[in-house]
């Protein structure tokens, strides 16, 4: 593990921005989305390496914004949710187009219609898309594919995509791959590497983005075919990565972030 950090913290020789998938890559994956367990020393780390990197730092994930805040609460870092169909920034928030929003609300109704009383399948509705979670019913993957294909039906604007035992509709113009290349436009990120990570097929249009503009990918977990340049074994290292980050940067408020951290996870 310690042989990948440091190679990854070699090619992050210059100021870099980090640019965060949340389900599989700061936490674990849950059997439900809304069980998912945040580590009681991650708010205090995040805080950490928003400061060190003069707040080039952003979470870019298919969960909302709202379930982020959720999750993350008073995080001052930047959000692409909904895949980049939604922004905050600089605590301006860019909501997303609202024809997405009621093309949305219709695929949504159909996919539930037709998966309805289907045991084990959860109908996760967003603002512009429809996750359909197979978790825990995984035969039933092929069916899920299906209803949603038929549900999109009529939706050009609109294409399907699957991640780890989910399969999602979500806008073709949204990916977060295009999220990272607009934030990157914009200070504090412009000017920086982009480093993408994540953990899934959804998070490989980031990866791409990252090394287009000069940075790379790390993708979290072994065995997968992938743009990442690089990859870590699990989330323990991604959070060593991020520990070095902030122990190299000269910026006493990140210092000052990361005491109160080891401070709270030690009361804890």
Avoid at 209 to 218: C, D, N, P, V
Avoid at 239 to 247: H, K, P, R, T
Wanted: charged share 20%; proline share 6%; aromatic share 6%.
């Amino acid at each position: 593990m310690q042989n990948a950090v440091s190679a990854i913290l070699s090619a992050s020789s210059g100021p870099v921005a980090i640019f965060t998938d949340f389900d599989g890559t700061l936490v674990e994956i849950a059997s439900h989305p809304d069980a998912v367990l945040v580590p009681d020393d991650l708010p205090a780390r995040l805080r950490s390496l928003y400061a060190a990197l003069d707040g080039a730092l952003a979470i870019v994930t298919g969960r909302t914004i709202d379930t982020i805040d959720g999750f993350l609460p008073a995080q001052a870092f930047s959000v692409a949710g909904s895949h980049g169909a939604e922004h905050r920034h600089n605590g301006q928030r860019q909501k997303p187009d609202a024809h997405l929003v009621n093309d949305a609300e219709t695929i949504t109704g159909r996919v539930s219609d037709t998966l309805l009383g289907q045991e084990g399948i959860l109908v996760e509705p967003k603002p512009t898309g429809v996750a359909v979670h197979y978790r825990a019913a995984p035969a039933k993957g092929a069916m899920v594919r299906a209803a949603l294909s038929r549900a999109l039906d009529g939706f050009p604007d609109f294409h399907a995509i699957d991640g780890k035992k989910v399969v999602e509709a979500r806008p073709t113009s949204a990916n977060k791959g295009a999220a990272l290349s607009q934030l990157m436009q914009v200070k504090p990120f412009a000017s920086r590497m982009p480093v993408f990570i994540g953990d899934d097929v959804t998070d490989e249009d980031g990866f791409a983005a990252a090394e287009r503009l000069g940075g790379f990918g790390i993708r979290i977990g072994q065995d997968a075919q992938t743009h990442a340049q690089f990859s870590l074994p699990d989330i323990a290292s991604l959070y060593s990565y991020f520990d070095a980050l902030i122990e190299r940067e000269p910026n006493s408020t990140a210092s000052d972030f990361a005491g109160q951290g080891i401070q709270e996870s030690r009361i804890r």
